[in-house]
């Protein structure tokens, strides 16, 4: 019994060494493999020695097999090469006249004849579909096209419409019909080597672009007397960039288009670039005007796309009118864009640079004899700018002075005495819209700070609750749900399901009361919560749904 159980013992040994063996067997070559691919050797051939002699030779050196052609045959002009790759070797041993053609631990060697016959054989030709999830299929088609070979060719699905509608109407283009849904798609048809080329392209142009948040702060400035016609650039300079206490102020500077000046009370565009805080600058502005923020939107647009603001009136006016033979009238309303537009495309670099395309216009009418007559202050200009810098765009002026003279005939201008006879009124009407632009560099979506700004809405829709009478159900509602919250997180399910079924009352259709008045029940009186009217009618609707049969 003995012997057998050492004789077992031997037996597992001898199987586990030889396991072990294979492994390291398997291993060695496979690293062999790796060295021999690029290990360097000096080489010593004698003289007038065979191409095919030479190969023979590297095979061996470099662990290779080496299939030569019919074709292959001469003598190398050279005896010695040092320190050399199997690449460089063969190369050097094959020279202008043989190619090769390797595939794995295969190398195969032609005449450059029978290369070009073998590489262009039209049953090597095979194709690769490549989807697209950032670049479009003709950008992707114009870029891989040069790699491709004289028979290959690319084929690439239709154009994607672009843009969407900007009538008041639901849709004024095309829906899209019958055209393809899914994502931009080409189908490359070449030689395996040239489809391998594409592929390394695609990979690196294929990918997610990056994004610019513009924080957007449109301001309106009713412009005081103090002020005269317009922001005195010069003192806000010193005050809102340079030397507001409690700020860190970095550089600043402003270019004066037609600029601001109180001598000759004209009015014009200033561009400035503040690096501190936009709110430290609103304060400074308060200080010399009454400043109303028209908007402060956060618009995030994809680099080199186009991103729009716009807040003001459509103004409709009769564009043209015509009568046909029959006397029916037909007039043409068009709209006139006024207000405060902003427009600008970003263009991000790689060192933390925006260049950006900036066309801010402010705009009125009035009544004229054809029409609508608009009266614009607007700038177009292409900055570059730091991420998380501020510009400042200002300048964009409404100016309007009206000045009255009354007088007695003739004794209004007499000289001195003619002051008493004499009136005046001067009114003056001053409106200056400011914009400033903060731009950041998102890489990521969750840069954007979605979720506090889904924070700052239900904020703001408490707040609107807060500001309801207290008389009406939208606010009776409201309160006796917040009452039922309370009751629920304390524990008290009993006082939760009675203020909760009071707001129910008042609003039925309130949505979150009914979702918490399930929840109670569900805790408290389960069997109640399966008899529960929706979840039952639910449940027959979709037993019955099958039994169903549409009758034509």
Not at 126 to 148: G, R
Request: net charge neutral.
């Amino acid at each position: 019994m003995w012997n057998n159980k050492n004789a077992n013992i031997k037996k597992r040994i001898r199987y586990i060494l030889l396991v072990c063996g294979f492994i390291l067997a398997v291993t060695v070559s496979v690293s062999s493999a790796e060295i021999t691919e690029n290990a360097v050797h000096s080489i010593t051939f004698k003289e007038n020695t065979e191409i095919t002699d030479a190969l023979r030779l590297l095979a061996v050196k470099y662990n290779k097999n080496i299939v030569p052609s019919a074709e292959v045959a001469g003598q190398l002009t050279f005896t010695r090469l040092f320190d050399v790759t199997f690449k460089n070797a063969i190369n050097a041993v094959l020279g202008d006249k043989f190619k090769y053609d390797q595939q794995g631990n295969l190398v195969k060697v032609y005449s450059a004849d029978e290369y070009e016959i073998v590489r262009y054989d039209k049953d090597r030709i095979t194709h690769k579909v490549f989807t697209l999830y950032y670049i479009s299929a003709a950008e992707a088609k114009k870029l891989i096209s040069p790699l491709l070979s004289s028979v290959g060719k690319i084929e690439a699905t239709n154009a994607a419409e672009i843009g969407v509608p900007v009538s008041e109407t639901i849709s004024s283009t095309s829906t899209g019909g019958d055209t393809t849904a899914m994502n931009d798609t080409i189908v490359v048809y070449d030689f395996p080597e040239n489809i391998k080329k594409a592929e390394k392209i695609i990979a690196s142009i294929d990918i997610r672009p990056k994004q610019v948040l513009i924080e957007a702060t449109i301001l309106s400035a009713k412009l005081t007397e103090d002020t005269q016609f317009g922001i005195d650039w010069g003192m806000l300079q010193e005050t809102a960039v340079s030397s507001l206490s409690g700020v860190t102020r970095g550089t600043s500077y402003l270019a004066s288009v037609a600029g601001t000046s109180r001598a000759t009370k004209t009015t014009g565009l200033t561009v400035g670039l503040a690096i501190d805080d936009v709110a430290a600058f609103i304060r400074a502005v308060e200080e010399v005007t009454d400043v109303t923020i028209l908007a402060n939107p956060k618009i995030l647009a994809v680099n080199k796309q186009l991103g729009q603001v716009y807040i003001g009136t459509k103004v409709a006016y009769e564009s043209q009118t015509t009568q046909s033979d029959g006397g029916l009238v037909t007039t043409k309303v068009e709209f006139l864009d006024t207000g405060t537009k902003l427009s600008f495309r970003p263009y991000i670099g790689d060192d933390g640079y925006i260049r950006m395309d900036i066309h801010p216009k402010d705009s009125s009418s009035v009544a004229g004899s054809a029409g609508p007559d608009e009266t614009s202050a607007e700038l177009v200009t292409n900055i570059i700018v730091k991420d998380g810098q501020t510009i400042v765009i200002g300048g964009l002026f409404r100016d309007e002075v009206t000045t009255k003279r009354t007088q007695i005939p003739m004794f209004g201008d007499l000289p001195f005495v003619g002051a008493a006879f004499r009136g005046t009124s001067d009114e003056t009407k001053r409106h200056e819209v400011m914009v400033l632009l903060t731009p950041h560099i998102i890489s990521e979506p969750g840069q954007t700070q979605g979720d506090e700004r889904a924070e700052d809405v239900a904020r703001k829709r408490f707040g609107a609750k807060d500001s309801l009478q207290w008389l009406g159900r939208a606010r009776l509602a409201e309160d006796r749900y917040a009452k039922a919250a309370q009751y629920y997180v304390e524990g008290n399910d009993s006082a939760a399901l009675r203020e909760v079924k009071l707001a129910l009352e008042i609003r039925p259709t309130y949505l979150e009361a009914i979702r918490l008045k399930e929840r109670i029940i569900l805790k408290t009186e389960p069997e109640k919560a399966v008899k529960n009217e929706r979840i039952v009618l639910s449940d027959i609707d979709q037993k019955e749904s099958s039994k169903w049969r549409r009758i034509d």
